[in-house]
């Protein structure tokens, strides 16, 4: 069963500026340690992607998976699904909410459901998703607000 955790980090940057860099999809394994390649598969006509390969290597942990995205006519949610199971995933659901703090920062809310291939104490998997949505949080928030930020 997959339980879901939300976590929230404020970035000093416009949300405009915020969400260009998550869905930038391909620069992703220069700020995310874990993320060894990621393809943009399909795309909307828009030019946001529609489906996205992960190869994901966390040392203990790996994983390659395809993700579904759509995104809030303005952006300010971006969210996914697995589009099939892979060795590590039976499902996985998130999404990025970002709102403008009014002060040319944004608030970034994680919210992530994950429901594991292999069994996992609740309170370790608790624990995994805690320290994957934090990492992934200051992953981009120094990616926002790092050295040739544009503004």
């Known amino acids: 069963m997959a339980d879901s955790s939300t976590q929230s980090i404020v970035i000093d940057a416009p949300p405009p500026q915020v969400a260009a860099v998550i869905c930038d999809f391909p620069r992703y394994p220069e700020w995310t340690e874990a993320l060894k390649r990621v393809e943009v598969i399909e795309e ?14 966390a040392g203990v942990l790996a994983d390659e998976y395809t993700l579904a995205y759509e995104y809030a006519e303005d ?3 971006i969210e ?3 589009v099939a199971p892979s060795t590590m995933q039976k499902r996985q ?10 002060d040319g920062t944004t608030t970034v809310t994680y919210t992530l459901e994950v429901e594991l291939a292999v069994g996992m104490l609740g309170m370790f998997r608790r624990k995994a998703e805690k320290m994957i949505m934090d990492t992934a949080l200051k992953q981009l928030k120094r990616r926002v607000e790092g050295p040739g930020r544009t503004s």
Do not use: K
């Open 80 to 82: 996914w699904r697995l």
């Open 44 to 57: 909307y006509e828009d030019g946001y992607a529609s489906q996205v390969r992960f190869v994901l290597d």
């Open 93 to 102: 659901i998130g999404s990025y909410d970002l709102d403008d703090n009014g």
């Open 75 to 77: 952006i300010s949610r």
